[in-house]
């Protein structure tokens, strides 16, 4: 079993207690054995000397679609329902087996790069096979699944989905990637939202996801016109019809649920559904602003997520962070959403959504080590002297900031460079992908 010792870092647990503490972390294999201020004694396979930086849970981010980073610049400007029809859907439909691969690793690439260990990801209907093996080849900690589609309109033909069909692949691949990795890698049934999605297949992934004991994530609540047309069709709003066909459960994610009416609310509190904000994606669609403090406020889990690349234009948590606080400051006042609050949701906030808050999340003895090193000794993050660390990642560090990276014990990246996905091979077949996705528009 390999060892690791990181000595002389100034350690932001996120624990329950939010202690902070200068000293050192003892990794033995994948997961935290030893933490304090100096530990004596130890023989570790080796050693990093991190004085001078930060050492933090890396992020987790609850809401990724790595299926579409090929299309970041390629739908701007758009609101929801536009930018599915006109874009995404199109070019999701355009996909190969190469283009998901390549689209999943220039994804990931960009996450690590910027501290984020852990993902919550929703792919396109087919070929999710590749984004599972990008996964796996990058060391990323994953809840990924296939988006499932058998209904709506003005979706291309190669999205429509039979439901027997779109349930059976998912269940294969499920069988096949969940758990793997020792773990790392799991699998989530991904219903894209009620608008394109029969009552059979949402009734039939709730079975699944009980008989397999597996999470569910879909989209909800994000746009007013997709409210409305729920309605039309369902007779009642997102929230309450998942509930009326039982899928409202502990194990429902639900990105957005950014316009909920008080019943909703209540609904998503009562039956543990869990949540994931992603205020880049819902500003640049206009979208709206989900009423985050309110659920904070209630109990609700909440977790924070960059969305797709095409809606953000970027994976980077450091700016999902600094947007949740400020978005709500000006509805709420300046003491709502402080950078302690904002940094817990970053990373064991996240865990609790996935999951995986007994496994990852914050830095303490028997977890996993999914930890990133933070290096402020810069302009933009000084004066250090008795300043608020929390203040200094949430409100001044950037993702350049970001020196080292490591995910179930394994260093991913280090000074800065990403050990796990080849950037000049990504950059290149990325663009060549894209040329070929475009060709076959």
Known sequence: MSTLLIRNAVVMTMNAEDEIFTGDVFIEGNRISQMGDKLEGLQADRIIDAG?????????????????????????????????????????????????????????????????????????????????????????????????????????????????????????????????????????????????????????????????????????????????????????????????????KPNLILAHSIWLDDEEKRIIRERGVKVTHCPGSNLKLASGIAEVPLLLEQGVAVGLGADGAPCNNNLDMFQEMRLTAYIQKVKHGPTVMNARTVLRLATIGGAKVLGLEDRIGSIEI???????????????????????????????????????VMIDGQIVMEGKIVKTVNKTVVLKEADRSLRKLIARL
């Not at 779109?166 to 269940?171: D, K, N, P, R, T």
């Not at 933070?374 to 950037?398: G, N």
């Open 52 to 248: 001078g930086k930060v050492l933090l849970p890396g992020f987790v981010q609850t809401h990724i679609h790595l299926c579409q980073t090929l299309f970041r610049g390629r739908a701007d400007d758009l609101s929801l329902i536009d930018w599915l029809k006109e874009r995404i859907w199109p070019f999701e439909a355009a996909h190969s087996e190469d283009s998901v691969y390549y689209s999943a690793l220039l994804g990931i690439g960009e996450l690590i790069r910027s501290g984020t260990t852990a993902i919550l990801d929703m792919e396109t209907v087919h070929y999710t096979e590749s984004a599972f093996q990008a996964i796996k080849e990058s060391g990323i900690r994953a809840l990924s699944g296939k988006v499932m589609m058998d209904h709506g309109t003005e979706v291309p033909p190669a999205l429509q989905e039979k439901t027997d069909r779109s349930l059976q692949e998912s269940v294969d691949l499920l069988e096949k990637w969940h758990g793997a990795e020792g773990g790392r890698i799991q699998y989530a049934f991904c219903p894209r939202f009620v608008v394109s999605c029969t009552e059979e297949l949402l009734t039939g992934v709730r079975d699944l996801s009980a008989k397999y004991g597996v999470m569910v994530h879909t989209h909800a609540s994000e746009n007013l016109s997709e409210i409305e047309m729920v309605e039309a069709e369902r007779g009642m709003r997102n929230v309450v019809y998942l509930d009326h066909i039982g899928l409202a």
């Open 366 to 404: 028997g977890k996993l080590a999914d930890l990133q090193l933070l290096d402020l000794e810069d302009f933009h993050v000084y004066p250090s002297f008795d300043a608020d660390w929390y203040s200094r990642v949430v409100y001044a560090a950037t993702r350049g900031d970001v020196d080292t």
